[in-house]
DNA sequence: TTTTATTGATTGATCAGTCAATCAACATTA
DNA sequence: TAATGTTGATTGACTGATCAATCAATAAAA
């Protein structure tokens, strides 16, 4: 056979391409020539590995999720008390991968395609799951359960929202500007929920 | 079959389908066919009074954003105090008509669209100036003009935060808790601030 | 008759997906 | 060692479908 092995590698080149250049092009209308050569391949050789350009996508979203996962997961585990875990949360949101113009577009992106495609909705619905649980659980230990909910909707509202606002390249809030915001509404609800 | 003046009442029925298209697809990757079809006219007649189909959704995000203007000030002007006007503004970003699932899938289609065209970024900007102005000129009287300029930002962040998390459907979050949820950030940033 | 409204038919471009053919490394065999 | 068969990797060329856009033709109103 030519050079064995060859699979994992142009499975992953071909994912990292299409990431870019959905980033680029700010939308999924992006075709399998571009991804291919992007990733310096065959258009043919990405349906050869993927079957389809839908699966293609598939797996480019499935890696986007799991290096937002990674980062949180290393982000807790540094993190000591429940404050400090949930603005190890807040910052990984806004870590410089992912406020990347092009990272952000493509969530947008997929934000879209989720109307059409079941299955991307799954995943977004499991990234909304998870920021979710991530905040309830280390908001519980500082509030009662039912205030910890509320701030969590909060919370996980405004970091799309401030995503999304990006987006448009408009405005003048960064990402530490985005940061303090959350952070700032975080403590003052905490503080509230004190009293 | 031809009555003259047959132009204005086609280009809104033209526009209204595409909304309506877009809604139900939640994207823009429509064809000039549906929409056509969808207002009952050939696809040649859409493009012989638009042009072409940049154009006809050119049209029809700014009749989506006139409407959004025009619910605004009638809710302004039914309002008294500054505080009753930041509620106004609050209600009608998550009244019915723009909570609907079709209108929210109209708007994110939009907000990735802007990633590519310059003129669609412009309209969403113009939303996105016009909501933090009218934040912010009824909170200036309420507070100092920089804390001000900061709940605006928590606040449109927020906005825009409900929305998206809407779109994927997943959430418990309806309209009265969204515009609950917003109300108390409002209020309890207020009573920060006068501390 | 002239102007406006309207459409069916057509075109040209773009793409996803297919397929048969080629290439290069390895194993086997003589 | 050298020839040969085997198989995964890779591609160019092709197909079928879709769609925006055009245009010539028709129908009605002015």
Redesign the interface.
Known sequence: MPKVGMEPMRRKALVDAALRVIGD???L?VTMSEIAKQAGVSPALAHHYFGSKEQLLIETIRSLLKQLRDDAVTALKAARTPREKLSAVIRVSFHADQFAPQTI?AW??F??????SEET?RF??IY??RLRSNLVANLKPLCPADVAE?IA??V??????????Q?????R?GAE?SIA?TE??VT??L??AAR
């Open positions: 092009h700010g939308s209308s577009a947008l992106a934000y879209a395609e989720a109307q059409r909705r977004l619905v909304a799951r509320h909707e909060g996980a509202a405004m970091i799309d929202g401030l995503y999304i606002r987006s448009l390249g408009s405005t809030v500007a915001l700032d509404y003052i609800q503080r509230e």
